[in-house]
Nanobody, 124 residues
Framework: QVQLVESGGGLVQPGGSLRLSCAASGRTFNIYVMAWFRQAPGKEREWVTAIKWSDGSTYYADSAGGRFIISRDNAKNTLYLQMNSLKPEDTAVYYC?????????????????WGQGTQVTVSS
């Protein structure tokens, strides 16, 4: 099993920045891909970005728009999401997820492990 714990959410003004963290523990050697998803009220869970744990290759949804940066610290087993130039439409619960498969998937159903989520609210 793999446990994922997110942190770093909060309230930020439009144009501001936040950095989310996701600490992984347990059988982390099973993880090949980690990703960030988000879910706004009344909407489906949306893939935002992913990273291959081994070589650091990154992948982004159009909604990330060059404003978000995913990274990882292998030594700390921690995933990060740096979010810049935040907009009100970025308001959502952000989840980190892990996949045992090496193929980068954008659909939530392919991810076996999930964190509890952290709320990000962008508002003035």
């Amino acid at each position: 099993q793999v446990q994922l714990v997110e942190s770093g959410g909060g309230l930020v003004q439009p144009g501001g920045s936040l950095r989310l963290s996701c600490a992984a523990s347990g059988r982390t050697f099973n993880i090949y891909v980690m990703a960030w998803f988000r879910q706004a009220p009344g909407k489906e869970r949306e893939w935002v970005t992913a990273i291959k744990w081994s070589d650091g290759s990154t992948y982004y949804a159009d909604s990330a728009g060059g404003r978000f940066i995913i990274s990882r610290d292998n030594a700390k087993n921690t995933l990060y999401l740096q979010m810049n130039s935040l907009k009100p439409e970025d308001t959502a619960v952000y989840y980190c997820a892990a996949n045992r498969d090496s193929v980068v998937q954008t659909a939530a159903r392919w991810y076996q492990y999930w964190g509890q989520g952290t709320q990000v609210t962008v508002s003035s």
